[in-house]
């Protein structure tokens, strides 16, 4: 784990960036988040798809108006159409489109990073060790943790997501079948049981396995766990009618009796059906600035650890378009292994924060914390929760 950072940036706090208006606080204000005199041990991570909502950004914009402007004026120079209006005015039939959804996610989410750089002097280079995301959200860390740069990543992601809307629509007119994602939630206590069950169902299991099952992985075909979110819940990928076929057979022959609900989302992301996009990451990726290694770690969806070259990333983010989001584990690794004792999620929507604590949230330790910076009327008690849990690490 870092305990230091050694390579010197620019500071883009309170003095000295070009842009910087005025501040509407008082200079006391502007180190709200300082430095603590130990190890932070924080983790800074960002959300996914699913918590977009017309209106998202309109408090920041509306409190920060002028580094709020000037982002969204980046964001639509850089996708060349304007996106911050589909964000703050829809409607939700243009702003829950995959093409749409994901990169206003991520262009809030880094809304929010800036202004807390700019107007509170939230330097992540000294106050973070490690960054992730969940799913979408990977892209978001790694702008966050400067190995990649904004537009390249907003470019990014807004083909990689059109490119995976086609892919949908080719498996609709292949299968008539409606695609999605359905998330099934259970006991803790029956979960490990649950996820074997689903294993053996798709397939998965050894072979000897598969024999004892009365319906063949053929029937499941492209069904997929998309997520392992906590230790109580998983979603699956695919044919929505397959997903409650599995469902089905779970209930009568598995023993299981999840609940089950379907995400709000119009494609079956981290499934086989989306490797054109991971084809596409894998071509793009060699053609733009990925910078290896920065002041953060960084941990991937795929494999829940910490990568540890510039090609496995480049790697990693292709296969996330078509694996398993292993978030559970990476939660687990930074809490158990890594020693994370602070967690700061930043963005729309406080979904990231309570997958969070379900895992961490329960039992805090001295200087610890899970927090969701989502909400700046809420700012002022989460920089000072910061404040005070960074002096008593």
């Given at each position: 784990m870092p305990t230091s950072l050694s390579i010197p940036r620019p500071h883009r706090g309170c003095h000295g960036h070009h842009y910087l208006q005025p501040h509407r606080y008082p200079r006391s204000r502007c180190s709200v988040i300082s430095p603590a005199k130990t190890p932070l041990r924080t983790a800074l991570f960002f959300p996914g798809h699913g918590v977009q909502r017309i209106g998202m950004a309109g408090p920041w914009l509306e409190m920060f108006p002028k580094i709020s402007n000037k982002v969204m004026s980046e964001v639509d120079s850089t996708l060349g159409f304007p996106l911050s209006q589909i964000i703050s005015q829809g409607p939700n039939s243009e702003l829950n489109k995959t093409e749409n959804s994901q990169p206003a996610i991520m262009a809030t989410s880094v809304l929010i990073l800036r202004i807390l750089e700019h107007e509170f002097g939230f330097n992540a280079d000294t106050l973070v060790d490690v960054t992730l995301g969940h799913s979408l959200g990977e892209f978001t860390a790694l702008v966050a943790g400067d190995y990649l740069d904004f537009g390249d990543a907003l470019r990014l992601i807004r083909r990689r997501a059109e490119i995976m809307s086609q892919c949908t629509r080719k498996a609709f007119e292949t299968t008539g079948d409606e695609y999605g994602m359905v998330a099934l939630v259970c006991e803790p206590d029956h979960f490990p049981e649950l996820l074997e069950a689903i294993h053996d169902f798709l397939g998965l299991a050894k072979p000897a396995l598969k024999d004892d099952i009365d319906h063949g992985a053929s029937v499941f075909q492209d069904v997929m766990i998309a997520n392992i979110n906590s230790n109580n819940q998983i979603v699956l990928s695919g044919s929505i009618a397959r997903i409650r076929t599995l469902i089905v057979q779970l209930r009568q022959f598995g023993g299981h009796d999840p609940r089950a609900v379907k995400l709000k989302c119009e494609s079956p992301f981290h499934n086989p059906i989306m490797a054109p996009a991971a084809d596409y990451m894998r071509h793009a990726l060699e053609n733009i600035n990925v910078r290896f290694p920065t002041h953060m770690q960084f941990v991937s969806n795929v494999s829940g650890l910490p990568i540890s070259s510039r090609e496995e990333l480049k790697a990693l983010l292709s296969r996330q378009c078509v694996e398993t989001v292993r978030w559970w584990d990476s939660i687990r690794y930074l809490d158990q292994d890594y020693g994370v004792a602070r967690w700061i999620g930043i963005g729309p929507g406080k979904v990231g924060r309570n997958l969070v604590g379900?895992?961490?949230?329960?039992?805090?330790?001295?200087?610890?914390?899970?927090?969701?910076?989502?909400?700046?009327?809420?700012?002022?008690?989460?920089?000072?929760?910061?404040?005070?849990?960074?002096?008593?690490?």
């Open positions: 379900k895992e961490v949230g329960k039992i805090m330790v001295k200087g610890g914390g899970v927090w969701s910076i989502c909400d700046p009327r809420e700012l002022e008690d989460i920089l000072g929760d910061l404040e005070r849990s960074g002096t008593d690490a």
